[in-house]
C-alpha cells in the first residue's frame, strides 16, 4: 500500500470520521491513522454489518481485528426505502450510484441513523495486547473504511445490513408503485387471471372523416411539453458505468460523455425551435 494517503475526500467519509471522533476517539484514531497511511491494514473485508481485518503490528504475526455495527432490520430498511423513493432527487442520485449530500435526513426522518449514534453502537475486538478500545489497529481500519466510503459510498448502506443490488432494486419497485404501476405480478397470480376475449382485444374503429383527417383536435392543440435539464447529469451514462474495453475505457467513457451533452444540448434547441428564450436558455443548462 502507498506510504502517504489521505482519508475522507468526500463528505460521507468525512462524517463518518467526524462522527467517530465525536465519541472522543480523536487521540487514539490519529494513532491508527499513521498505522493505516504506513500500509499496515494488509487486508480489510466488509459483510451486513460486520469487518474483518488484518493490521501488521509489531510482532510478526498480523493482528485480527474485528467490527461490528448493528445493521437495520428488514423494518427499519422499508421505512428508509419508502423515505428515499419518496424524494425524487434521492432516489435519482441513488440510482445513478451517486450519494446525496442530505441523505442523513431520509434516515433521521423515519426515525433511524446511518451512521452510529454512539460508541455503543460499535462492537470491535482485536488479537494484540492493548487494552486501549480502540487501539491503533482498530483504529487504522476506521480510516481504512473511510477511504473505502470514499470509493464506494454504498458500502455505508452495506455496513447497515443492506447490499448496493438490493436498495437499488427496491428503490426501483417502489418507485414504480409510487408512480402507478405496481410491482409485477407473481407467475402464478398472473396465470389466476382471465385471458381476455378476442373480440376486446382491439379498440373499436374511428368513424371515417377525410376532411379533418390530418387536423389535430382542439385537445392537442392545448397540450404541451416542458424539457427540464434531469436531476443527475449524464445519469444514464454513469449508472452503465465505463465500457469494459481495457485501457481505452476511460478515453472512450470521456468521448461518450461529450456526444451525450451535445445530442441533449441540440434536443433542447429543437424542442424549442432553436430561437426563442427559453431554447437559449435551455441551451446552457447541463442534461
Not at 409485477?184 to 378476442?198: G, I, N, S, W
Request: aromatic fraction near 10%; hydrophobic fraction near 40%.
Amino acid at each position: 500500500m502507498a506510504s502517504r494517503r489521505n482519508f475522507g475526500s468526500n463528505w460521507w467519509a468525512r462524517r463518518w470520521l467526524d462522527v467517530l471522533e465525536s465519541f472522543g476517539w480523536a487521540s487514539r484514531l490519529q494513532r491508527g491513522r499513521t498505522y493505516a497511511r504506513q500500509g499496515n491494514v494488509l487486508s480489510i473485508d466488509l459483510a451486513p454489518g460486520v469487518v474483518n481485518a488484518k493490521v501488521q503490528g509489531t510482532r510478526p504475526r498480523p493482528y485480527s481485528v474485528k467490527i461490528k455495527i448493528k445493521p437495520l432490520s428488514d423494518g427499519e430498511w422499508n421505512r428508509v426505502i419508502e423515505a428515499l423513493a419518496s424524494q425524487a432527487a434521492f432516489a435519482a442520485r441513488l440510482l445513478a450510484g451517486e450519494m446525496p449530500e442530505d441523505i442523513e435526513t431520509a434516515f433521521t426522518g423515519v426515525s433511524l441513523s446511518l451512521f452510529p449514534r454512539a460508541a455503543g453502537d460499535i462492537v470491535t475486538s482485536c488479537s494484540c495486547p492493548d487494552w486501549a478500545n480502540p487501539c491503533k489497529h482498530i483504529a487504522a481500519v476506521y480510516y481504512l473504511l473511510g477511504e473505502k466510503f470514499d470509493s464506494d459510498p454504498f458500502l455505508l448502506f452495506l455496513l447497515r445490513g443492506r447490499e448496493k443490488e438490493a436498495i437499488i432494486r427496491a428503490l426501483r419497485e417502489k418507485r414504480a408503485a409510487l408512480a402507478g404501476g405496481g410491482p409485477p405480478l407473481p407467475v402464478k397470480e398472473a396465470e389466476k387471471k382471465e385471458p381476455v376475449a378476442e373480440e376486446n382485444r382491439f379498440p373499436p374503429e374511428l368513424p371515417v372523416n377525410l376532411v379533418e383527417f390530418w387536423q389535430a383536435g382542439e385537445g392537442l392543440t392545448a397540450f404541451q411539453v416542458k424539457m427540464h435539464p434531469p436531476t443527475v447529469p449524464q445519469g444514464v451514462l454513469k449508472r452503465l458505468g465505463p465500457p469494459p474495453l481495457g485501457r481505452y475505457a476511460r478515453d472512450f467513457f470521456q468521448l461518450l460523455n461529450s456526444y451525450y451533452q451535445e445530442i441533449s444540448r441540440r434536443a433542447y434547441e429543437l424542442a424549442y425551435d432553436a430561437g426563442d428564450g427559453d431554447a437559449a436558455n435551455s441551451s446552457h443548462a447541463k442534461p
